[in-house]
T-cell receptor, first 110, second 115 residues
Framework: DAKTTQPPSMDCAEGRAANLPCNHS???????VYWYRQIHSQGPQYIIH???NNETNEMASLIITEDRKSSTLILPHATLRDTAVYYC???????????FGSGTQLTVLP | SAVISQKPSRDICQRGTSLTIQCQVD?????MFWYRQQPGQSLTLIAT?????????ESGFVIDKFPISRPNLTFSTLTVSNMSPEDSSIYLC????????????FGPGTRLTVL
């Protein structure tokens, strides 16, 4: 697994975009970047993943830099229900085991 | 996404006893995993539950302490044996789906407290 680095916590105002950064400078060429989140007392929830190109789904957008050393998860209109710990993971091309780091505690403020 | 259920959702157990946690998926899946989340910590992978063969354990976890069964493609159990207060954690199962090679869907977790 590539090592990922995330800020321990962030705040965001409700209705504004939440931009969560992740550094994965040791990522290899075939490693995807995955984002999960864990709302308090629940199991982690898959959000999005990407390899090289930017990705968007119904939950979020993922922006990956051209050198692939960092990425940003964007929640375009954060709500109070988006308050959670967000994990950025680069599990490796052949490994299925997810290694969860400390993640970023996002708090959406009313 | 998969619908995953776990039983029990929570339990309080005495030191030295064992607890078996069940994980049921609404469709057949190839890969099932068991994780532990200690209080205030992130998730740690315990083992991969293989259908028809012995589970594959991560470093620091052994079969005698965490025996796992996987009788079919929709069900698995994790037993926490000879429990101590240090085993107090949330135990989660997850499954891999075809959305991506490492995309996993997690159950709601079992909150275990050992007195």
């Amino acid at each position: 697994d590539a090592k990922t680095t995330q800020p321990p916590s962030m705040d965001c105002a409700e209705g504004r975009a939440a931009n969560l950064p992740c550094n994965h400078s040791t990522i290899s060429g075939n490693e995807y970047v995955y984002w999960y989140r864990q709302i308090h007392s629940q199991g982690p929830q898959y959000i999005i993943h990407g390899l090289k190109n930017n990705e968007t789904n119904e939950m979020a957008s993922l922006i990956i830099t051209e050198d692939r050393k960092s990425s940003t998860l964007i929640l375009p209109h954060a709500t109070l229900r988006d308050t959670a710990v967000y994990y950025c993971i680069a599990p490796g091309g052949s490994a299925r085991q997810l290694t969860f780091g400390s993640g970023t505690q996002l708090t959406v403020l009313p | 996404s998969a619908v995953i259920s776990q039983k029990p959702s929570r339990d309080i157990c005495q030191r030295g006893t064992s607890l078996t946690i069940q994980c049921q998926v609404d469709s057949q899946v190839t890969m099932m995993f068991w994780y532990r989340q200690q209080p205030g910590q992130s998730l740690t992978l315990i083992a991969t539950a293989n259908q028809g063969s012995e589970a594959t354990y991560e470093s620091g976890f052994v079969i005698d302490k965490f025996p796992i069964s996987r009788p079919n493609l929709t069900f698995s159990t994790l037993t926490v044996s000879n429990m101590s207060p240090e085993d107090s954690s949330i135990y989660l199962c997850s499954v891999e789906r075809t959305r991506g090679p490492d995309t996993q869907y997690f159950g709601p977790g079992t909150r275990l407290t050992v007195l």
